[in-house]
């Protein structure tokens, strides 16, 4: 029983690092197309840069969920870079 159920957990692990393993791999199509909008922004497209290098190298649980959060506050901040763009559409470079 205890074998299954550890079988089952990394099971579910494994779900879980395919879609973050997703996730890491559309940052960079994010961050180029922000990167064309506002020389700027550059220190937050570095910030979101180095949260995805941090959570692709984390290997324990407790690591991956620390850096997941970094990623998570700095996508939040380039969504909120993108959406203010979009709101002054003349200086809206990349759409």
């Not at 994010?30 to 692709?56: F, P, Q």
Request: net charge positive; hydrophobic share 40%.
């Amino acid at each position: 029983r205890l074998v299954q159920l550890k079988s089952l957990s990394e099971e579910g692990w494994s779900g879980i690092d395919v879609q973050l393993k997703r996730r890491y791999d559309l940052v960079p199509n994010l961050v180029a197309v922000v990167e064309g909008y506002k020389l700027h922004e550059k220190d937050v497209l570095e910030n979101v840069t180095k949260m995805r290098a941090a959570s692709m190298g984390a290997t324990t649980i407790d690591a991956k969920a620390e850096a997941e959060k970094g990623l998570t506050g700095a996508l939040k901040t380039l969504f909120a870079v993108a959406k203010n763009s979009m709101s002054h559409p003349q200086k809206n470079c990349f759409i």
